[in-house]
């Protein structure tokens, strides 16, 4: 898939605005200042409605398990910001760039439309346009973003935008909402067959074991109404008609009995599920050592990897430095290293064939004459390799203990749910054996006066009930059981994926949060089970300590760590697809000390450098984050053309126009290298 670019937009007739607002976006940092109340909010979430309108994205409800629409401009949003006599004329031109193509949407904002659009393909100098009067011009702007972008939904793409490239007043974090972040990472770095199965999993297995669980209170209600008819004739039946003593205290005895084994298997269940959530708790750490010993693991083979073919390559010089490699790794560590097999018999293997100089591959003679002799430098090479693979192999070991461990894990874990179903189902059967015999009890004491075949068919008939929503009870959770060890198939792919990745990731992570945090920080693979369903997930760590929870971190360190994870995210994903993309954070000066405020500008700067094009809004005020940002945007003409200052344009309040304030706001406009925005004093009598 691809992420698109904005390039410029032109907004009119907002009567939050005195005048027209045209402004393009350049690669690298674009800002927009005001005062508090200005519109700086408005004037993004304006944009944002130019390039989806009242789209919504989807979003799992942790708490009902049920997928809830999210609308990031509400269709209301802009009825109380236009007067009556800009409502025909209230609107916004948005231009995004795809690769080699450009769309420009114009929107209504007051009656929320497209009025018209434009898709022009710069390598081909073709240009379509589309009115009003060509059908529903909202279906044609969605189908060219879900072409051009090669996603499966235009819901993809609003999903993006709102959890990836846009950081709002809201300080939602990606890196901390485990459901997000995954369905983030699927999108961006999965192919759209994967997403969509992974989706259609998901979706399966909540949706039986939401029907299950409905059935399951449905059952549950016809047993209570078996209860109170049962009590109900009890009571009219009275006392005296028991036949005998002995038989009514049978009965009594029996039922007391049921209960006690119904109560037993409840309690039993509950402790049953402790157990299971130690052992998935167990299961996750192993999974994060694991991911901890792979990622110690593989810089440590890149070196080996360099090592062994400089020190091959001197020794060995007619042979080339991989085919050694290969070669040594068959008969030191029994390993083929191009199909993955180990066995003591490839040790074997490799000695003969380097004894009787034929290739690994295709038995042809080769050359392993020693052609040089080994001196200091091939010493040092060969301590150094040693090391390594020393290093290596333990790694190896603690691997194949934590991968045991997991499997006996997995093993546990299987025994422990198939228990919890085997009691569920002796629980039913008691329950049904309960109402079964307080039927008899009934039946068994009742006298002629009271008989009614009527009621007797009723109770046959809820208790046929009961017995098929037992089995179609079973079914769904079976069911549900199936798409869920799907899932978490899927999901190991995904951390596999993860794991290719983290690096890079990794790497970029530390590049932009140790602008902020002034040290090195790492990425942590990770899963947990969220209503049923296996998430991978990834979570910082710096200063030797993991910060899984958005609680283990300060507010600043929150919203900036958070910043550099998307910002890692969005460079790793142009980097692979060849184009940039925008960034949109607001007023993030806010949560800053005097400390951090440079460094956080020093982030911005470094992520524009990569030529993504970032939109910051923010007060103007006195901070050291807007001076550090406008210290390195050059010289007067270029910080001038990436300044939208809404001063000129926004309705200030009755504070703001007292003479002093508008005093501050010009000296601080002056102070980042802008031109005066009122030259004169005179020029603020309009205020």
């Given at each position: 898939m691809k992420l698109p670019i904005i390039k410029r937009f032109l907004i009119e007739r907002l009567s939050l605005y005195t005048q027209p607002i045209e402004q393009t976006m350049y690669p690298g940092i674009n800002m927009v200042i005001g005062g508090?109340?200005?519109?700086?909010?408005?004037?993004?979430?304006?944009?944002?409605?130019?390039?989806?309108?009242?789209?919504?994205?989807?979003?799992?409800?942790?708490?009902?398990?049920?997928?809830?629409?999210?609308?990031?401009?509400?269709?209301?949003?802009?009825?109380?910001?236009?007067?009556?006599?800009?409502?025909?004329?209230?609107?916004?031109?948005?231009?995004?760039?795809?690769?080699?193509?450009?769309?420009?949407?114009?929107?209504?904002?007051?009656?929320?439309?497209?009025?018209?659009?434009?898709?022009?393909?710069?390598?081909?100098?073709?240009?379509?346009?589309?009115?009003?009067?060509?059908?529903?011009?909202?279906?044609?702007?969605?189908?060219?973003i879900q072409r051009l972008l090669e996603i499966e939904q235009f819901e993809h793409f609003v999903f993006l935008v709102s959890n990836l490239l846009v950081f709002g007043e809201e300080r939602n974090t990606l890196v901390w909402d485990t459901e997000i972040q995954n369905r983030v990472i699927r999108l961006i770095s999965l192919d759209r067959e994967f997403d969509k199965r992974f989706d259609d999993l998901s979706e399966k297995g909540t949706k039986f074991d939401t029907t299950a669980r409905h059935m399951s209170e449905t059952r549950k209600d016809i047993r209570n109404a078996i209860d109170r008819?049962?009590?109900?004739?009890?009571?009219?039946?009275?006392?005296?008609?028991?036949?005998?003593?002995?038989?009514?205290?049978?009965?009594?005895?029996?039922?007391?009995?049921?209960?006690?084994?119904?109560?037993?298997?409840?309690?039993?269940?509950?402790?049953?599920?402790?157990?299971?959530?130690?052992?998935?708790?167990?299961?996750?750490?192993?999974?994060?050592?694991?991911?901890?010993?792979?990622?110690?693991?593989?810089?440590?083979?890149?070196?080996?990897?360099?090592?062994e073919k400089a020190f091959y390559s001197n020794i060995y010089q007619n042979v080339p430095p991989q085919y050694i490699v290969t070669l040594e790794a068959l008969i030191k560590q029994g390993t083929c290293q191009l199909c993955g097999t180990k066995g003591v018999h490839l040790k074997n293997l490799g000695l003969k064939l380097k004894e009787e100089g034929r290739c690994i591959v295709c038995r042809s003679s080769v050359n392993y004459s020693q052609e040089s002799t080994s001196g200091e430098a091939e010493d040092n090479l060969a301590v150094e390799i040693n090391k390594l693979r020393t290093q290596i192999e333990k790694l190896d070991s603690d691997q194949k203990t934590y991968i045991q461990a997991q499997t006996s894990s997995n093993i546990e874990i299987k025994r422990i749910q198939e228990t919890i179903t085997q009691k569920s189902r002796d629980k039913n059967r008691l329950e049904t054996e309960?109402?079964?015999?307080?039927?008899?009890?009934?039946?068994?004491?009742?006298?002629?006066?009271?008989?009614?075949?009527?009621?007797?068919?009723?109770?046959?008939?809820?208790?046929?009930?009961?017995?098929?929503?037992?089995?179609?009870?079973?079914?769904?959770?079976?069911?549900?059981?199936?798409?869920?060890?799907?899932?978490?198939?899927?999901?190991?792919?995904?951390?596999?994926?993860?794991?290719?990745?983290?690096?890079?990731?990794?790497?970029?992570?530390?590049?932009?949060?140790?602008?902020?945090?002034?040290?090195?920080?790492?990425?942590?693979?990770?899963?947990?089970?969220?209503?049923?369903?296996?998430?991978?997930?990834?979570?910082?760590?710096?200063?030797?300590?993991?910060?899984?929870?958005?609680?283990?971190?300060?507010?600043?360190?929150?919203?900036?760590?958070?910043?550099?994870?998307?910002?890692?995210?969005?460079?790793?994903?142009?980097?692979?697809?060849?184009?940039?993309?925008?960034?949109?954070?607001?007023?993030?000066?806010?949560?800053?000390?005097?400390?951090?405020?440079?460094?956080?500008?020093?982030?911005?700067?470094?992520?524009?450098?990569?030529?993504?094009?970032?939109?910051?809004?923010?007060?103007?005020?006195?901070?050291?984050?807007?001076?550090?940002?406008?210290?390195?945007?050059?010289?007067k003409q270029e910080k001038e053309k990436r300044t939208l200052d809404l001063l000129k344009y926004g309705r200030l309040s009755s504070v703001q126009k007292q003479q002093k304030h508008l005093k501050n706001f010009n000296e601080r406009i002056h102070q980042l290298g802008l031109p005066f925005i009122w030259p004169n004093e005179n020029d603020t009598a309009g205020y």
């Open positions: 508090n109340g200005i519109g700086k909010t408005t004037l993004i979430n304006t944009v944002l409605f130019g390039l989806f309108g009242n789209a919504p994205y989807e979003k799992l409800n942790a708490k009902t398990g049920r997928v809830d629409s999210v609308v990031l401009v509400d269709k209301e949003y802009f009825k109380g910001r236009i007067d009556p006599q800009d409502q025909d004329f209230a609107q916004v031109m948005l231009t995004i760039g795809i690769g080699s193509y450009d769309i420009t949407v114009t929107r209504a904002l007051y009656r929320p439309r497209i009025l018209r659009l434009e898709i022009q393909d710069n390598e081909k100098s073709n240009i379509q346009t589309f009115d009003s009067s060509q059908g529903e011009l909202e279906d044609i702007y969605q189908d060219a008819w049962l009590k109900q004739k009890n009571e009219a039946l009275g006392e005296s008609i028991f036949t005998s003593d002995e038989e009514k205290e049978n009965l009594e005895i029996r039922l007391a009995e049921l209960q006690t084994e119904i109560d037993r298997i409840e309690e039993k269940i509950a402790e049953i599920k402790v157990s299971l959530e130690d052992e998935v708790a167990q299961l996750k750490t192993y999974s994060a050592e694991m991911d901890r010993l792979e990622l110690t693991k593989i810089p440590l083979l890149e070196r080996l990897e360099e090592f309960k109402i079964d015999l307080k039927s008899k009890f009934i039946t068994s004491t009742e006298s002629e006066p009271f008989s009614d075949p009527r009621r007797d068919e009723w109770l046959d008939k809820q208790n046929r009930e009961i017995i098929e929503l037992d089995s179609q009870i079973e079914t769904l959770y079976r069911k549900r059981d199936e798409a869920r060890s799907e899932l978490q198939i899927l999901n190991d792919e995904l951390i596999q994926v993860l794991h290719r990745i983290n690096e890079e990731l990794t790497r970029l992570f530390s590049h932009f949060a140790s602008r902020f945090l002034g040290t090195d920080c790492e990425l942590v693979i990770s899963q947990k089970t969220k209503v049923g369903k296996p998430i991978a997930y990834m979570y910082p760590r710096f200063h030797s300590k993991d910060r899984e929870g958005v609680t283990q971190v300060s507010e600043s360190q929150r919203f900036f760590l958070d910043q550099a994870f998307r910002m890692a995210l969005i460079t790793w994903f142009t980097q692979a697809s060849g184009q940039q993309t925008f960034y949109i954070v607001e007023t993030p000066e806010g949560s800053l000390d005097l400390a951090y405020e440079k460094n956080v500008a020093d982030m911005y700067i470094e992520f524009g450098s990569y030529g993504h094009s970032i939109i910051v809004t923010s007060n103007l005020n006195s901070s050291n984050f807007l001076g550090g940002l406008y210290d390195q945007l050059g010289e």
